[in-house]
C-alpha cells in the first residue's frame, strides 16, 4: 500500500518537476550571463523608468526586500550587471531574482529582462493564479491546475486553507489538517486529495501528518480512494 501512495504521489510530484525544470533552465540562463542588451524587466512592461535602485554586478549580494529588474551584459566592464530595487506590490523580475517573502509569482514573459526572461511579483492573496515555481505561502493551498497557463509553464490556483477543502497533489497540508479522501483524477488529472481539520474518530489518508495529541489505530486497505486510510483519535 505504501508503494501504492508513493506511485500517487510520484505522479503528481513528476508534473511539478517538469515545470520546474524549466524555470530551473531559465534560472541557469540568467547565472550564464547570456543577453544581448541593457534594459529592465519593469520598465519593458510598464514605462515606468524611475530610478529606485540600483546597478551591482555580477555575484553581489541582493538586499534582503530587494529584487532585480534589469540585466546590462556589457556592464561592469563585461562581466555584466543587474539593476537592483526595493520590492512592491506588481513589479517585473528578471529570471534568478529574489522572490520576497510573502510575494507570488502570477505572470511570465519570456522574452522579458533583455532576453532572459522576467517574473511578475504580487503580493499573496486569496483565489489568486500563480505561475509554476512560485511560492505558496504559509496558510494557503493548491485547489486547481492548469497546464498551459502562465505563458505554457503552468498555472496553480492559490486559496487560504479551509476545512472540508479539496486540494491538488502537492499542495502543502496547513498544520491542524489531515487528508481524508484523495481523487486520483483530481485537479485536472494531478489527482486531488480532501482536507479537514483533525478530530477525534476521523479516517485519515495513508502518509497523512498526524497532528500532536492524535495517533492512528485501526487501518482500512481500501479506504482513501484505495491508497488505505487509518482510524484516528486522541492520544
Same mark, same amino acid.
Given at each position: 500500500?505504501?508503494?501504492?501512495?508513493?506511485?500517487?504521489?510520484?505522479?503528481?510530484?513528476?508534473?511539478?518537476?517538469?515545470?520546474?525544470? !524549466?524555470?530551473? !533552465?531559465?534560472?541557469?540562463?540568467?547565472?550564464?550571463?547570456?543577453?544581448?542588451?541593457? &534594459?529592465?524587466?519593469?520598465?519593458?512592461?510598464?514605462?515606468?523608468?524611475?530610478?529606485?535602485?540600483?546597478?551591482? /554586478?555580477?555575484?553581489?549580494?541582493?538586499?534582503? &526586500?530587494?529584487? *532585480?529588474?534589469? +540585466?546590462?551584459? @556589457?556592464?561592469?566592464?563585461? @562581466?555584466?550587471?543587474?539593476?537592483?530595487?526595493?520590492?512592491?506590490?506588481?513589479?517585473?523580475?528578471?529570471?534568478?531574482?529574489?522572490?520576497?517573502?510573502?510575494?507570488?509569482?502570477?505572470?511570465?514573459?519570456?522574452? =522579458?529582462?533583455?532576453?532572459?526572461?522576467?517574473?511578475?511579483?504580487?503580493? !499573496?492573496?486569496?483565489?489568486?493564479?500563480?505561475?509554476? %515555481?512560485?511560492? *505558496?505561502?504559509? #496558510?494557503?493551498?493548491?485547489?486547481?491546475?492548469?497546464?498551459? #497557463? /502562465?505563458?505554457? *509553464? =503552468?498555472?496553480?490556483?492559490?486559496?487560504?486553507?479551509?476545512?472540508?477543502?479539496?486540494?491538488?497533489? %502537492?499542495?502543502? *497540508?496547513?498544520? %491542524?489538517?489531515?487528508?481524508?479522501?484523495?481523487?486520483?483524477?483530481? /485537479?485536472?488529472?494531478?489527482?486531488?486529495? +480532501?482536507?479537514?481539520?483533525?478530530?477525534?474518530?476521523?479516517?485519515? /489518508?495513508?502518509?497523512? $501528518?498526524? $497532528?500532536?495529541?492524535?495517533?492512528?489505530?485501526?487501518?482500512?486497505?481500501?479506504?482513501? =480512494? =484505495?491508497? &488505505?486510510?487509518?482510524?484516528?483519535?486522541?492520544?
Amino acid at each position: 500500500m505504501d508503494t501504492t501512495l508513493a506511485y500517487f504521489r510520484t505522479k503528481a510530484a513528476a508534473a511539478r518537476g517538469r515545470i520546474a525544470a !524549466a524555470v530551473g !533552465a531559465i534560472a541557469l540562463i540568467t547565472a550564464a550571463l547570456t543577453g544581448t542588451a541593457a &534594459g529592465t524587466a519593469t520598465a519593458a512592461a510598464t514605462g515606468d523608468w524611475r530610478p529606485s535602485g540600483r546597478w551591482a /554586478c555580477s555575484g553581489a549580494p541582493v538586499p534582503d &526586500g530587494w529584487v *532585480i529588474t534589469g +540585466y546590462d551584459r @556589457s556592464g561592469c566592464n563585461g @562581466s555584466g550587471s543587474w539593476y537592483q530595487q526595493p520590492v512592491k506590490d506588481g513589479i517585473w523580475t528578471c529570471s534568478g531574482s529574489p522572490i520576497v517573502a510573502g510575494y507570488v509569482i502570477t505572470r511570465y514573459d519570456r522574452g =522579458g529582462c533583455t532576453g532572459i526572461g522576467a517574473w511578475y511579483h504580487e503580493l !499573496a492573496r486569496d483565489k489568486r493564479w500563480t505561475c509554476a %515555481g512560485s511560492p *505558496i505561502p504559509p #496558510g494557503y493551498v493548491t485547489t486547481n491546475y492548469l497546464r498551459d #497557463g /502562465c505563458n505554457g *509553464i =503552468g498555472a496553480w490556483y492559490h486559496e487560504l486553507a479551509r476545512d472540508k477543502r479539496w486540494t491538488c497533489s %502537492g499542495s502543502p *497540508i496547513p498544520p %491542524g489538517y489531515v487528508t481524508t479522501n484523495y481523487l486520483r483524477t483530481g /485537479c485536472n488529472g494531478v489527482g486531488a486529495w +480532501y482536507h479537514e481539520l483533525v478530530r477525534h474518530g476521523i479516517w485519515t /489518508c495513508a502518509g497523512s $501528518p498526524i $497532528p500532536p495529541g492524535y495517533r492512528s489505530t485501526t487501518y482500512m486497505s481500501t479506504g482513501c =480512494g =484505495g491508497v &488505505g486510510a487509518w482510524y484516528t483519535v486522541r492520544a
